[in-house]
């Protein structure tokens, strides 16, 4: 959904949608499971439950910036 949203709100066609999400999509989601499984693994085993939202936005920061990245260099 990322790809759809940012390409259509940069006044891209639904075209490049259709290229970036057929391209695109497998990457991202395998470095999506890279990312998100071992973070919230950790999350849930050793983060008290009241301070689990810090690391889910020390994470969450870099993780938009990768999936800008890889919006704007296809």
């Given at each position: 959904l990322a790809y759809c949203n940012l390409t259509l709100l940069n006044k891209g066609t639904i075209e490049e949608v259709k290229y970036k999400m057929?391209?695109?999509?497998?990457?991202?989601i395998t470095?999506?499971?890279?990312?998100?499984?071992?973070t919230q693994i950790i999350n849930f085993k050793f983060i008290q439950p009241t301070n689990r939202i810090y690391l889910?936005?020390?994470?969450?920061?870099?993780w938009v910036s990768y999936l800008s990245w890889k919006n704007n260099k296809s």
């Open positions: 057929g391209n695109l999509f497998g990457p991202t470095m999506n499971w890279c990312v998100w499984v071992p889910v936005n020390f994470v969450q920061i870099p």
